[in-house]
């Protein structure tokens, strides 16, 4: 698992297969502030990608960051973006509509974060499951 400090936030960095996985992204004792999701996510499968990111976020208490490219490549597979960004709880705070290049500015509040992880310690009772 990959995290970076960037200012006060810990970020966790990960490519679109990484999202299948649960235990690849177990935020333990929370390392991380922010989870993102660079991806070549195909439309086939949007459903899923707009299913995981939020129960990521649920998961590991922090924000999630879906980042799909748009576009065919050049095997012929279809990719409708559909970028977003959650909050903690799930919610979609952030979202670039299916099929549309575009940039969009979020503001992610590291005290609401840090607010909600104390009076909600989910965090506490999580396992430190550890790939080897």
């Known amino acids: ?3 970076v400090r960037y200012k006060d936030w810990n970020i ?3 490519i679109c297969y990484d999202l299948r996985f649960p235990v ?3 935020n333990v004792n ?3 502030d922010l989870l993102i999701y660079m991806a ?3 439309d086939p499968r949007i459903n899923v990608w707009n299913t995981l990111l939020p129960a990521r976020a649920i998961e590991n208490c922090c924000y ?3 980042v799909n490219r748009v576009g065919t490549d050049g095997m012929g597979l279809v990719y409708s973006g559909c970028s977003s960004i959650y909050d903690p709880k799930g919610d ?3 979202h670039a509509p299916k099929n549309k290049i575009m940039t969009r500015t979020c503001v992610l509040d590291k005290g609401s ?3 909600f992880r104390e009076k909600f310690p989910v965090w506490k009772d999580a396992d430190s499951f550890q790939i080897i």
């Open 1 to 3: 698992m990959t995290i």
């Open 12 to 14: 966790c960095l990960q």
């Open 24 to 26: 690849w992204s177990r």
């Open 30 to 32: 929370n390392a991380y």
């Open 40 to 42: 070549n996510w195909p």
């Open 64 to 66: 999630v960051c879906g």
């Open 92 to 94: 979609r705070i952030a």
């Open 113 to 115: 974060l840090d607010r």
